[in-house]
């Protein structure tokens, strides 16, 4: 296994990341990765894509625009169907590197990238393969579930304020990813939430800020990638739950699955949303990822 870094077009925007091919001769299967809300490539998706390489597969792992490694403006914004998109450059992207069977990638998402490859797998039949790991379903349903009902006015009007401070030609507000009180003002404000991204910021990945533009939040509010998931059939579909996940709440991730057509698989882990990527949890989540992948990519 080798890991080289690449760059790659994403329509006038360049996208950074590391691709990682195993042993052996080629072509090989290939996954696409990104991260999940705010983060970086640097947060333990390294540790998924070596796991992947070992068993046979290539794999892409990019920072999203306006994050990490990658260009793009305005810096810390995040449009889910930017990023979509992007994950389908990438996808070309990789079809186009040597040593790479075309015809057989697969992607890969955690969080909110695991919302982004439900959608992906419904509209982009390139696709032969798609894990969800503690995907977010409604951004609506899920924001109802982490937003106390009497802070939603403030909300709103944050948002308005931001939306008319824009037009008269100001910079877009921001708002932390994460805080210590949570009761603080934060996208996530869940204390698994602020233990992880601080830790992670500081042990591995220093390039990750914590703030996104308001507009990501209104953009968040707008996104429904379980709408897509009676689509994805007939690729197959491997959804990966926390029973515990307190961020992206395992009921509509359940519910979810109930909607989906075969083939598919449910797995679920013991812990909360953050114990995918570390401990017990991520021998399981890793380890249930590279089967499914290695059973519809493998030759």
Same mark, same amino acid.
């Given at each position: 296994?080798?890991?080289?870094?690449?760059?790659?077009?994403?329509?006038?925007?360049?996208?950074r990341g590391?691709?990682?091919?195993?042993a052996?001769d080629?072509?090989?299967?290939?996954?696409?990765?990104a991260?999940?809300f705010?983060?970086?490539?640097?947060?333990?998706?390294?540790?998924f894509?070596?796991? /992947?390489?070992?068993?046979?597969? $290539? &794999?892409l792992?990019? #920072?999203n625009?306006?994050?990490? @490694?990658?260009?793009?403006e305005p810096r810390?914004e995040?449009?889910?169907?930017?990023q979509?998109?992007d994950?389908?450059?990438a996808?070309?992207y990789?079809?186009?590197?040597?040593?790479?069977?075309?015809?057989?990638?697969?992607?890969?998402g955690?969080s909110?990238?695991?919302a982004h490859?439900?959608?992906?797998?419904a509209?982009?039949?390139?696709?032969k393969?798609v894990?969800s790991?503690v995907p977010?379903?409604?951004g609506s349903?899920?924001?109802?579930?982490?937003?106390r009902?009497? /802070?939603?006015g403030?909300?709103r $009007? &944050?948002?308005?304020? #931001?939306?008319?401070a824009?037009? @008269?030609g100001?910079e877009?507000?921001?708002i932390?990813?994460?805080?210590?009180d949570?009761l603080?003002?934060?996208?996530?404000?869940?204390?698994?939430?602020?233990?992880?991204?601080?830790?992670t910021?500081?042990?591995?990945?220093?390039?990750?800020?914590?703030?996104?533009?308001?507009?990501s939040v209104?953009?968040f509010?707008e996104y429904?990638?379980?709408s897509?998931?009676?689509?994805v059939s007939?690729?197959?579909?491997?959804?990966v739950?926390?029973?515990?996940?307190?961020l992206?709440?395992?009921?509509?991730?359940i519910d979810a699955?109930?909607?989906?057509?075969?083939?598919?698989?449910l797995?679920?882990?013991?812990?909360?949303?953050?114990?995918?990527?570390?401990?017990?949890?991520f021998?399981?989540?890793?380890?249930?990822?590279?089967d499914?992948l290695?059973q519809h990519?493998?030759r």
């Open positions: 296994m080798n890991r080289n870094d690449v760059e790659f077009n994403a329509e006038g925007t360049t996208l590391w691709l990682y091919r195993p052996g080629g072509p090989v299967p290939g996954v696409v990765m991260h999940g705010s983060a970086v490539k640097e947060m333990y998706l390294d540790s894509a070596e796991v /992947f390489a070992e068993a046979g597969l $290539a &794999a792992v990019f #920072d625009r306006n994050f990490g @490694a990658s260009d793009g810390y995040i449009d889910p169907w930017a979509v998109r994950y389908r450059h996808i070309t990789l079809q186009t590197m040597p040593g790479i069977d075309r015809d057989r990638i697969g992607v890969w955690s909110y990238s695991g490859v439900i959608v992906l797998g509209i982009d039949k390139r696709i393969a894990v790991q977010l379903i409604s349903q899920n924001a109802r579930r982490l937003i009902p009497d /802070f939603w403030g909300l $009007a &944050a948002l308005d304020g #931001d939306r008319e824009r037009f @008269a100001k877009p507000g921001m932390p990813v994460v805080a210590e949570p603080g003002t934060a996208v996530l404000p869940t204390p698994d939430s602020w233990q992880w991204f601080t830790e910021g500081k042990t591995r990945a220093p390039s990750w800020h914590n703030a996104v533009t308001l507009r209104e953009m509010l429904e990638p379980g897509y998931i009676g689509r007939p690729t197959p579909l491997m959804l739950v926390a029973v515990n996940d307190v992206t709440v395992s009921d509509l991730a699955y109930e909607r989906a057509r075969e083939p598919k698989k797995v679920l882990l013991p812990g909360g949303h953050f114990d995918a990527y570390v401990g017990p949890d021998e399981l989540s890793s380890g249930e990822a590279r499914w290695v990519l493998m």
